[in-house]
């Protein structure tokens, strides 16, 4: 399939199939739609919250965790400014307008994500896989919008579902395949 731009995009909870239900429509006419596990949506958010930073309460999320280790006050500061960012650029994001079903652009059937892949290039996230059960898989290029739209998707639907979402990246192992490519700022030049 040919790459396609993301024209809106729609995250909930199936209670019948204890999934979530992402749909990403491509056209006016075609979705693509994935289910989440439970594995799955915590390895998104995971890696998609640290890079979109939006505050996370452990009580929001059903965490019964304990708080990390008293910060320095220029790391708390430095932490309620990216936050803060967060929430004030969620602002511009468009969560009222209802999502406009479309036919699946795969198949009929939804696809079942079974592991996640992540690029970073120069400390910023710009791509995301989704590994499917029967081989294929989804790409999707993120801009900063869009992986702080599916954070905040995520959160909502998980609580939801009543899953409990990781509140701290360093209280778990990192599960989540990535790449971290360095792209030298400097021009390079042949001599």
């Not at 979530?20 to 739609?33: D, F, G, Y």
């Not at 511009?92 to 209802?98: G, N, S």
């Not at 896989?129 to 993120?142: H, I, K, P, R």
């Not at 639907?157 to 990535?178: I, M, N, R, Y």
């Amino acid at each position: 399939m040919r790459q396609q731009s993301i024209q809106q995009i729609n995250l909930a909870y199936d209670q019948q199939q204890d999934r979530l239900l992402m749909k990403a429509a491509v056209s006016q006419s075609q979705e693509i739609r994935v289910w989440l596990t439970y594995r799955v949506a915590r390895q998104m958010f995971k890696v998609l919250n640290r890079e979109a930073h939006l505050p996370v309460s452990a009580l929001a999320l059903g965490n019964a965790a304990p708080l990390p280790a008293a910060q320095s006050p220029a790391e708390a500061t430095r932490q309620f400014a990216e936050e803060a960012d967060a929430v004030h650029q969620l602002e511009d994001l468009d969560f009222a307008t209802a999502y406009q079903q479309r036919s699946s652009a795969v198949s009929e059937q939804e696809l079942l994500v079974v592991d996640t892949r992540f690029v970073s290039v120069n400390d910023q996230l710009n791509h995301m896989q989704l590994v499917c059960a029967n081989g294929m898989n989804v790409n999707m290029s993120l801009n900063h919008q869009l992986v702080l739209a599916i954070s905040r998707m995520l959160m909502v639907a998980s609580q939801d579902a009543g899953w409990t979402l990781p509140v701290h990246q360093e209280k778990e192992p990192e599960t989540v395949s990535s790449i971290v490519m360095q792209v030298p700022t400097e021009k390079q030049v042949l001599h």
